[in-house]
C-alpha cells in the first residue's frame, strides 16, 4: 500500500473489511480493491465514503461480496444512504408488482434488508412499513439481519436428509456455537444437487457434505 | 440475426447445424449447476487453453445437463460421426482427452459412459436438447427444430386450432394435479376480458427436486416457445415466468435467451409477419413451498404476499390482476412446441392409456445413482429404478420412496410395482406430484422422516388459514413427543382426527395434504411409530 494515500478513519475500516471476507478470497480480492481505490481516490486520503461506495461501481460477484463484507461489520447502517435505495426504487417500474425485486436488490447492495432501506421504502411506494415486514418475515430469501462474515446455505431437502443432511446440519450448529465461528447459518429447502448429497453452499460456492468438514475448518 | 419469416428460420437451422456437428471437432462442457458444483467450470478454462496449446481446431461449447448426475463433471467430443461421453473428468484428464479428440479415438485411462444406453428407453420429448446445445445459443435450438412449431403456428394456424391440438393430445399438468392443460387454456380463451395472461410456475418449491433448474440451465428456449404458442392460443399477449429465487444461473440463462429471441423478432410485436405480438417478463420468487401453489403464485407476482385464494372465481377467468390467466407448470409447457410440431396424434400414442406423453424423474436421496430421466407414462416405478436409479447404494433394499413431494406421503418399497401414471397413483393413494423420486433404503428411520415432514409442513405453512397454521404446528409437537418417548395413543387417535380435519378445511392443497407423510408412515410402518407410544 505504498502509494495510497489513507485517512486515518478509512485505513481502519479497509482492515476490518478485509479482514470481513472469507478467508478463500481475501488474498485475491485485497489487491483488486487496492487497485480500485487508488485509481478512485486520485492521489487524494482514500475516505470511508469511498470504501462504501465501492459496493455501488463494482460488478457482480465482488458487488455481492463486500456487501456482505460490509453488512457483517455493521458498516452499511452507519450513515445509512437512503439516496442508495431511492435509486433502486426508481431503477423498477413502478407498482406493487416489483416489490418483490426491489428487495431483492436492496439484499444484493446491503447483504439484508436494514431498517431504513424499509422506511425509505415505505416513504415511495406507500406501502406499510409493517406490510413490508410481513413479506420480508414470511418470504425465505430475505434476511433481516446483517450476515455474518461467512454464509453457509445447507441444503434440508428430502434427499439431502436422507444422505445425512440432518446429522451436517447438528454438527455445524455444534461446531460454530463451539468456536464462536463467523457464520451465517441458513437452509433452504432443495438446492437441486443431488450428486453432491448432502448439498451445502459455503459463500455461494457448493460442497458436499464430506468435503464440506475440511472446508469449515478452515472458517 | 433477424427472422421475419419462416425461410429465415431454415437459414439459420442450416447454420446452427454447422455448430452442432461441425467439419472438426466439437467438445461440450456440461455446465448446469451440479456440474459446475463438481468442478466444471474450472474444466472449460483448462479446455480452451488445452485446444489451443496443441493446435485443435474445435468448437468448444458449455452446454446443460444431459441427466448422468452421477458421472458429472461430464466432457463430450464429437467428431464427424463419432462421438465420446466421458464422465467423472478431472483437469488432469484434459490433455490426453484433447490429444485423442485429434487422432479422432477414445481417450485412455476416462471413464466412457454409454449415454446411448442411458438414453435408450427414454422418450426425450422436453428434454431433447438438454446437454448437447448451448443453452445460450438460440441458433442451436433453431438447429434441432427450435421455433419452428412456432412458425406454424403463427403461420398456418389459428389459435382454436392450437388450442384443439393441445385438447386432443391429452396433455396434462406437470406440477402434480394433472388437469386437462387443454381445458384449462379453453376457459381462460373463452372467458371475457380484453386482457390475459399466461404465467410458467417455476417456483419449484418442492423440496426433492430441481428439474425447473436444470431445464432453465439446459434449454430455456423450450420453455420460451411453449409460452408464445399458449398465448396464442388462449389470446395473451403477455406472459410472466416465476422463477424459485435461487436459480441465479438459470434466471440469467433464460435472461440472455429473452434477448436473443427479442432481437431475432420472434418475440414481440408482429412476430413472422402474423399480427400476433407478445411479451415475455421474468420474476423471481423469494421462497415459500405455498408460492408454487397456482394462486398464491399470483399474489405473489402482484406484490403481496404468497397466500393461496379461495376458488371460485378459477383463475382461468379472474386471476393475475383479476384478469383470466392460465398458469401452467414448466414443464408442461415445454412439452407444447412438440405436440405442435408432430401433432397431437403422434403425442398421445406416447404413454398410457389414461396419461399421454412423458414425464422427468429425477433420483435422490438413498439411490445408487443420482440422475433423471424422461420416461413414457406406464412404465413400472421399479423399472425405473432398476435402469437408471440402479437401486439403492451398497446393494441395500429399498424400504420406502417418495415420488408425489410431500403431498404425495411415503410409498412402502413393496409399492415399486405401480405403474407411473396420474390415475394409477392416485389410486394408490399418492399422486404424481414433481416427479422427485426419493429413495429410502433399509436403515432409515421412518419416525425421524415423518418429522422431517411435520417441520416441513409446519415452517412452510402460511398462515392464512387457521387449520392448516394450527394442525400443521401441533403434528409438529405430537412428533416431537413420540420421539421422547412421551407419545400415547391418545397422539395417534389426534393425528388422524385432525388431519381428516385439515383434509376438508383447509384453503389449499398443501394443508389439505400436509400430514400425508406422517399418515403413510402410521398405515405402513406401524411399528416405527405407533409401536412406539404406550
Same mark, same amino acid.
Given at each position: 500500500?505504498?502509494?495510497?494515500?489513507?485517512?486515518?478513519?478509512?485505513?481502519?475500516?479497509?482492515?476490518?473489511?478485509?479482514?470481513?471476507?472469507?478467508?478463500?478470497?481475501?488474498?485475491?480480492?485485497?489487491?483488486?480493491?487496492?487497485?480500485?481505490?487508488?485509481?478512485?481516490?486520485?492521489?487524494?486520503?482514500?475516505?470511508?465514503?469511498?470504501?462504501?461506495?465501492?459496493?455501488?461501481?463494482?460488478?457482480?460477484?465482488?458487488?455481492?461480496?463486500?456487501?456482505?463484507?460490509?453488512?457483517?461489520?455493521?458498516?452499511?447502517?452507519?450513515?445509512?444512504?437512503?439516496?442508495?435505495?431511492?435509486?433502486?426504487?426508481?431503477?423498477?417500474?413502478?407498482?406493487?408488482? @416489483?416489490?418483490?425485486?426491489?428487495?431483492?436488490?436492496?439484499?444484493?447492495?446491503?447483504?439484508?434488508?436494514?431498517?431504513?432501506?424499509?422506511?425509505?421504502?415505505?416513504?415511495?411506494?406507500?406501502?406499510?412499513?409493517? @406490510?413490508?415486514?410481513?413479506?420480508? @418475515?414470511?418470504?425465505?430469501?430475505?434476511?433481516?439481519?446483517?450476515?455474518?462474515?461467512?454464509?453457509?446455505?445447507?441444503?434440508?431437502?428430502?434427499?439431502?436428509?436422507?444422505?445425512?443432511?440432518?446429522?451436517?446440519?447438528?454438527?455445524?450448529?455444534?461446531?460454530?456455537?463451539?468456536?464462536?465461528?463467523?457464520?451465517?447459518?441458513? @437452509?433452504?429447502?432443495?438446492?437441486?444437487?443431488?450428486?453432491?448429497?448432502?448439498?451445502?453452499?459455503?459463500?455461494?460456492?457448493?460442497?458436499?457434505?464430506?468435503?464440506?468438514?475440511?472446508?469449515?475448518?478452515?472458517? | 440475426?433477424?427472422?421475419?419469416?419462416?425461410?429465415?428460420?431454415?437459414?439459420?437451422?442450416?447454420? /446452427?447445424?454447422?455448430?452442432?456437428?461441425?467439419?472438426?471437432?466439437?467438445? =461440450?462442457?456440461?455446465?448446469?449447476?451440479?456440474?459446475?458444483?463438481?468442478?466444471?467450470?474450472?474444466?472449460?478454462?483448462?479446455?480452451?487453453?488445452?485446444?489451443?496449446?496443441?493446435?485443435?481446431?474445435?468448437?468448444?461449447?458449455?452446454?446443460?445437463?444431459?441427466?448422468?448426475?452421477?458421472?458429472?463433471?461430464?466432457?463430450?467430443?464429437?467428431?464427424?460421426?463419432?462421438?465420446?461421453?466421458?464422465?467423472?473428468?478431472?483437469?488432469?484428464?484434459?490433455?490426453?482427452?484433447?490429444?485423442?479428440?485429434?487422432?479422432?479415438?477414445?481417450?485412455?485411462?476416462?471413464?466412457?459412459?454409454?449415454?446411448?444406453?442411458?438414453?435408450?428407453?427414454?422418450?426425450?420429448?422436453?428434454?431433447?436438447?438438454?446437454?448437447?446445445?448451448?443453452?445460450?445459443?438460440?441458433?442451436?435450438?433453431?438447429?434441432?427444430? /427450435?421455433?419452428?412449431?412456432?412458425?406454424?403456428?403463427?403461420?398456418?394456424?389459428?389459435?382454436?386450432?392450437?388450442?384443439?391440438?393441445?385438447?386432443?393430445?391429452?396433455?396434462?399438468?406437470?406440477?402434480?394435479?394433472?388437469?386437462?392443460?387443454?381445458?384449462?387454456?379453453?376457459?381462460?380463451?373463452?372467458?371475457?376480458?380484453?386482457?390475459?395472461?399466461?404465467?410458467?410456475?417455476?417456483?419449484?418449491?418442492?423440496?426433492?427436486?430441481?428439474?425447473?433448474?436444470?431445464?432453465?440451465?439446459?434449454?430455456?428456449?423450450?420453455?420460451?416457445?411453449?409460452?408464445?404458442?399458449?398465448?396464442?392460443?388462449?389470446?395473451?399477449?403477455?406472459?410472466?415466468?416465476?422463477?424459485?429465487?435461487?436459480?441465479?444461473?438459470?434466471?440469467?440463462?433464460?435472461?440472455?435467451?429473452?434477448?436473443?429471441?427479442?432481437?431475432?423478432?420472434?418475440?414481440?410485436?408482429?412476430?413472422?409477419?402474423?399480427?400476433?405480438?407478445?411479451? #415475455?417478463?421474468?420474476?423471481?420468487?423469494?421462497?415459500?413451498?405455498?408460492?408454487?401453489?397456482?394462486?398464491?403464485?399470483?399474489?405473489?407476482?402482484?406484490?403481496?404476499?404468497?397466500?393461496?385464494?379461495?376458488?371460485?372465481?378459477?383463475?382461468?377467468?379472474?386471476?393475475?390482476?383479476?384478469?383470466?390467466?392460465?398458469?401452467?407448470?414448466?414443464?408442461?409447457?415445454?412439452?407444447?412446441?412438440?405436440?405442435?410440431?408432430?401433432?397431437?396424434?403422434?403425442?398421445?400414442?406416447?404413454?398410457?392409456?389414461?396419461?399421454?406423453?412423458?414425464?422427468?424423474?429425477?433420483?435422490?436421496?438413498?439411490?445408487?445413482?443420482?440422475?433423471?430421466?424422461?420416461?413414457?407414462?406406464?412404465?413400472?416405478?421399479?423399472?425405473?429404478?432398476?435402469?437408471?436409479?440402479?437401486?439403492?447404494?451398497?446393494?441395500?433394499?429399498?424400504?420406502?420412496?417418495?415420488?408425489?413431494?410431500?403431498?404425495?406421503?411415503?410409498?412402502?418399497?413393496?409399492?415399486?410395482?405401480?405403474?407411473?401414471?396420474?390415475?394409477?397413483?392416485?389410486?394408490?393413494?399418492?399422486?404424481?406430484?414433481?416427479?422427485?423420486?426419493?429413495?429410502?433404503?433399509?436403515? =432409515?428411520?421412518?419416525?425421524?422422516?415423518?418429522?422431517?415432514?411435520?417441520?416441513?409442513?409446519?415452517?412452510?405453512?402460511?398462515?392464512?388459514?387457521?387449520?392448516?397454521?394450527?394442525?400443521?404446528?401441533?403434528?409438529?409437537?405430537?412428533?416431537?413427543?413420540? #420421539?421422547?418417548?412421551?407419545?400415547?395413543?391418545?397422539?395417534?387417535?389426534?393425528?388422524?382426527?385432525?388431519?381428516?380435519?385439515?383434509?376438508?378445511?383447509?384453503?389449499?392443497?398443501?394443508?389439505? =395434504?400436509?400430514?400425508?407423510? #406422517?399418515?403413510?408412515?402410521?398405515?405402513?410402518?406401524?411399528?416405527?411409530?405407533?409401536?412406539?407410544?404406550?
Amino acid at each position: 500500500m505504498s502509494d495510497i494515500q489513507w485517512s486515518p478513519e478509512g485505513e481502519e475500516l479497509f482492515k476490518k473489511l478485509i479482514d470481513a471476507l472469507p478467508e478463500q478470497m481475501r488474498n485475491l480480492a485485497k489487491p483488486q480493491l487496492v487497485d480500485f481505490l487508488k485509481m478512485k481516490s486520485g492521489g487524494e486520503p482514500v475516505s470511508c465514503e469511498m470504501i462504501t461506495g465501492m459496493v455501488d461501481e463494482l460488478p457482480e460477484p465482488q458487488k455481492g461480496m463486500l456487501a456482505q463484507a460490509l453488512a457483517s461489520i455493521g458498516d452499511a447502517d452507519d450513515g445509512f444512504d437512503g439516496s442508495i435505495v431511492e435509486k433502486i426504487i426508481e431503477s423498477h417500474p413502478k407498482g406493487q408488482e @416489483t416489490l418483490v425485486a426491489v428487495l431483492h436488490d436492496i439484499q444484493a447492495r446491503f447483504g439484508y434488508i436494514p431498517e431504513g432501506a424499509v422506511k425509505v421504502l415505505s416513504q415511495k411506494t406507500g406501502v406499510l412499513a409493517s @406490510t413490508l415486514y410481513q413479506l420480508l @418475515t414470511s418470504y425465505q430469501a430475505f434476511r433481516v439481519e446483517p450476515p455474518k462474515k461467512n454464509i453457509l446455505t445447507v441444503c434440508n431437502g428430502t434427499g439431502c436428509h436422507l444422505e445425512g443432511g440432518g446429522g451436517l446440519l447438528t454438527k455445524i450448529k455444534e461446531k460454530a456455537a463451539k468456536e464462536g465461528a463467523d457464520i451465517t447459518l441458513e @437452509t433452504v429447502r432443495c438446492l437441486g444437487m443431488c450428486n453432491i448429497s448432502p448439498a451445502l453452499l459455503v459463500n455461494g460456492i457448493p460442497y458436499s457434505g464430506a468435503d464440506a468438514e475440511a472446508q469449515l475448518k478452515k472458517l | 440475426m433477424k427472422i421475419a419469416k419462416s425461410a429465415d428460420l431454415d437459414a439459420v437451422k442450416e447454420s /446452427g447445424q454447422k455448430l452442432l456437428f461441425p467439419p472438426g471437432v466439437r467438445i =461440450t462442457v456440461g455446465a448446469a449447476m451440479c456440474g459446475m458444483a463438481r468442478g466444471s467450470g474450472q474444466l472449460l478454462q483448462v479446455i480452451n487453453d488445452e485446444v489451443k496449446n496443441q493446435g485443435l481446431d474445435a468448437n468448444v461449447a458449455v452446454v446443460g445437463c444431459n441427466g448422468q448426475c452421477y458421472a458429472e463433471p461430464i466432457v463430450e467430443v464429437i467428431n464427424g460421426k463419432d462421438k465420446y461421453t466421458y464422465g467423472n473428468v478431472k483437469g488432469s484428464d484434459i490433455p490426453g482427452l484433447v490429444k485423442a479428440a485429434k487422432d479422432g479415438k477414445a481417450a485412455e485411462g476416462i471413464e466412457l459412459l454409454d449415454t446411448d444406453a442411458f438414453n435408450k428407453n427414454q422418450q426425450k420429448i422436453v428434454s431433447k436438447n438438454a446437454g448437447i446445445i448451448a443453452p445460450g445459443n438460440i441458433e442451436e435450438y433453431i438447429a434441432n427444430d /427450435g421455433y419452428f412449431a412456432l412458425a406454424k403456428a403463427l403461420t398456418e394456424m389459428k389459435p382454436a386450432d392450437v388450442l384443439d391440438e393441445v385438447m386432443k393430445s391429452g396433455l396434462q399438468g406437470r406440477g402434480g394435479a394433472g388437469f386437462s392443460a387443454g381445458i384449462k387454456w379453453e376457459t381462460c380463451s373463452k372467458a371475457p376480458g380484453d386482457k390475459k395472461y399466461i404465467v410458467c410456475n417455476g417456483s419449484e418449491g418442492n423440496p426433492e427436486i430441481g428439474m425447473h433448474k436444470s431445464f432453465l440451465e439446459s434449454d430455456p428456449h423450450s420453455v420460451i416457445e411453449g409460452m408464445i404458442l399458449a398465448g396464442y392460443a388462449i389470446g395473451a399477449n403477455e406472459g410472466y415466468v416465476y422463477i424459485n429465487y435461487r436459480y441465479m444461473l438459470g434466471f440469467k440463462r433464460i435472461s440472455d435467451a429473452l434477448e436473443q429471441v427479442k432481437e431475432a423478432g420472434l418475440l414481440g410485436d408482429n412476430i413472422l409477419g402474423s399480427g400476433f405480438s407478445f411479451d #415475455i417478463k421474468l420474476k423471481r420468487g423469494a421462497g415459500t413451498y405455498v408460492n408454487g401453489e397456482a394462486t398464491a403464485l399470483l399474489s405473489s407476482l402482484e406484490g403481496s404476499l404468497g397466500e393461496p385464494r379461495l376458488k371460485p372465481p378459477r383463475m382461468a377467468e379472474k386471476g393475475l390482476f383479476d384478469k383470466p390467466t392460465v398458469v401452467n407448470n414448466l414443464e408442461t409447457l415445454a412439452n407444447v412446441p412438440f405436440i405442435i410440431q408432430k401433432g397431437a396424434e403422434v403425442f398421445s400414442k406416447i404413454g398410457s392409456e389414461s396419461s399421454k406423453g412423458t414425464k422427468i424423474i429425477a433420483f435422490s436421496g438413498n439411490v445408487a445413482r443420482p440422475c433423471w430421466v424422461e420416461v413414457p407414462f406406464g412404465m413400472t416405478i421399479q423399472e425405473i429404478v432398476d435402469t437408471w436409479g440402479k437401486g439403492a447404494k451398497e446393494g441395500k433394499k429399498i424400504k420406502a420412496y417418495q415420488i408425489g413431494g410431500p403431498s404425495g406421503g411415503i410409498l412402502p418399497g413393496k409399492a415399486l410395482d405401480l405403474r407411473l401414471d396420474f390415475e394409477s397413483l392416485t389410486g394408490a393413494g399418492s399422486l404424481l406430484g414433481s416427479g422427485g423420486l426419493v429413495i429410502m433404503d433399509e436403515d =432409515t428411520d421412518m419416525l425421524d422422516m415423518a418429522k422431517f415432514f411435520a417441520d416441513f409442513s409446519a415452517e412452510e405453512s402460511c398462515g392464512k388459514c387457521t387449520t392448516c397454521r394450527e394442525g400443521t404446528l401441533r403434528l409438529q409437537e405430537i412428533l416431537s413427543d413420540i #420421539i421422547g418417548g412421551n407419545g400415547t395413543e391418545e397422539h395417534i387417535d389426534l393425528i388422524k382426527r385432525m388431519t381428516a380435519g385439515m383434509a376438508v378445511n383447509a384453503v389449499c392443497e398443501f394443508g389439505k =395434504t400436509a400430514a400425508e407423510p #406422517i399418515l403413510s408412515v402410521i398405515k405402513y410402518f406401524p411399528d416405527e411409530i405407533v409401536g412406539k407410544v404406550e
